[in-house]
């Protein structure tokens, strides 16, 4: 993409390579969050009956609780997988790390897939399902970092919230895979066959997606602010080392602002199902309708977030998400305890009005916050200890909280107090690195420059 391009304000047009872009990071984006979204619906209906069984003897609520953990032991590999792609990706290119996340996400996908029950191999099977998990959370820990970048380096100063919204909205588009595909085989079995086999079904159909997600993403060229820098000779020989000693401030920031927007959007993508089914006594049916269409809801806000950032700010986009969770993070409890799908799908999709503006700009937001030497491993690195922070344990804290008190309502004062420490967290960030120029540090050390006579 020439530098004209790049700095045009008006009358942009896709050209075929950044179209190209968009659809390879989508696309993969997409099929890696099915992947690991497929194994969280899993948690919340199955696992706990076929791999942690012994549990569920003695205790069905405990063995819940550890199938709900089996979700967050993976997001504590997610830091080891993004600093592995944050230093590929910083010395060797985005495109090399997207493609090995793929791969390594997408094995790990279909040996779940065929992998025997508790009954079959005893401690055996547990014990290998979290080593498949750990391998999903490595590999989802460079996927993030390297899609967004790869949309957001490709784009016009002008357009970075509507490239960078690409890769955002693979999460919503991945949620309504895994749950189209569990509310058909909910449809067309008994509950007998989907416990036997009919689980397995998605994960094994992750193969198809492995080959097409690859196929598109071959054909992606070079982030063009990778390939200026290689040809300046500037690759970071230790971006970890610089990141950790210089740039802490922002990882941290990174960090504190994902975390809530992660711990409520694994409420919508598993926990929300499972408990309508198991605590209201919903149908199985009735809480994944509801799940698809918080779902939708959640693409449709996300696609907003990321274009109205471009206009109105990304700091301010996330404080108007983060302002909607707060505010309704505790009132929805009251909807979702009815039972009723109209209202308990309802409280999903005004939740996701928050979680879009809250999304979207983010890939643009953490961008903009690094330099380019260690662009890679700030965005992976940051992305991945707020996961932990906020969507490792969310289904779990949520479900010991609500087995300790049987107050569905304080799992909401949980979310909104998460909330209110990433809206601050948002709002720290200066707004005049919106539009900085990626391709070299000139912009970044001029702010510094004019930082610091200001403070004379």
Request: glycine residues 10%; charged residues 15%; neutral net charge.
């Amino acid at each position: 993409m020439s530098q004209q391009a790049y700095l045009s304000k008006e009358g942009h047009e896709l050209t075929r390579e950044e179209k190209k872009v968009l659809a390879g990071t989508l696309v993969g984006t997409t099929i890696e969050w099915y992947d690991f979204f497929i194994y969280a619906q899993a948690a919340g209906f199955v696992l706990a009956v076929l791999y942690f069984e012994p549990l569920g003897q003695e205790n069905a609520a405990l063995a819940q609780l550890v199938a709900w953990a089996s979700i967050g032991i993976s997001f504590l590999f997610r830091p080891l997988g993004a600093i592995l792609a944050g230093y590929i990706g910083d010395r060797f290119g985005r495109k090399l790390v997207l493609v090995i996340t793929l791969m390594g996400m997408g094995g790990a996908t279909v040996l779940i897939g065929l992998l025997p029950t508790y009954a079959a191999w005893g401690m055996a099977a547990p014990i290998l399902l979290i080593v498949l998990r750990v391998l999903q959370g490595l590999s989802a820990g460079g996927e993030w970092g390297g899609a967004a970048l790869l949309s957001v380096e490709h784009a016009p100063r002008h357009k970075r919230g509507l490239f960078g919204m690409y890769p955002q909205i693979g999460v919503p588009l991945g949620m309504l895979m895994a749950t189209l595909f569990m509310f058909g085989l909910n449809a067309v079995l008994d509950d007998e066959q989907f416990l036997d086999w009919g689980w397995r079904v998605p994960f094994l159909f992750s193969f198809v997606l492995i080959i097409v997600g690859y196929l598109i993403r071959l054909k992606v060229e070079e982030s063009p602010v990778f390939t200026e820098m290689k040809d300046r000779k500037k690759e970071s020989s230790a971006p970890l080392k610089e990141l950790v000693t210089t740039h802490k401030k922002y990882t941290f920031l990174a960090a504190l602002i994902f975390a809530a927007n992660n711990a409520a959007g694994y409420l919508v993508i598993a926990f929300f199902a499972s408990y309508g089914a198991s605590t209201l006594g919903m149908s199985r049916t009735e809480t994944l309708i509801a799940s698809l269409i918080g779902g939708v809801g959640w693409f449709i806000f996300t696609m907003l977030g990321g274009w109205i950032s471009d206009r109105i700010g990304r700091v301010r986009t996330f404080q108007i998400g983060y302002a909607i969770i707060i505010i309704w993070a505790v009132p929805m409890w009251f909807l979702l305890d009815t039972a009723s799908l109209p209202l308990f799908a309802l409280a999903i999709f005004i939740l996701t009005i928050g979680l879009g503006p809250s999304y979207g700009p983010q890939s643009a937001l953490y961008a903009e916050m690094f330099p380019v030497s260690i662009r890679f491993s700030g965005v992976s690195i940051g992305y991945a200890f707020g996961s932990i922070i906020g969507g490792a344990f969310a289904a779990t804290i949520a479900q010991a909280i609500l087995d300790t008190t049987g107050q569905s309502w304080l799992i909401g004062v949980y979310i909104g107090c998460l909330a209110i420490v990433s809206f601050i967290a948002v709002s720290l960030v200066p707004k005049n690195l919106q539009g900085i120029n990626l391709h070299d540090d000139s912009d970044r050390e001029a702010l510094q420059v004019g930082s610091v006579l200001k403070t004379k």
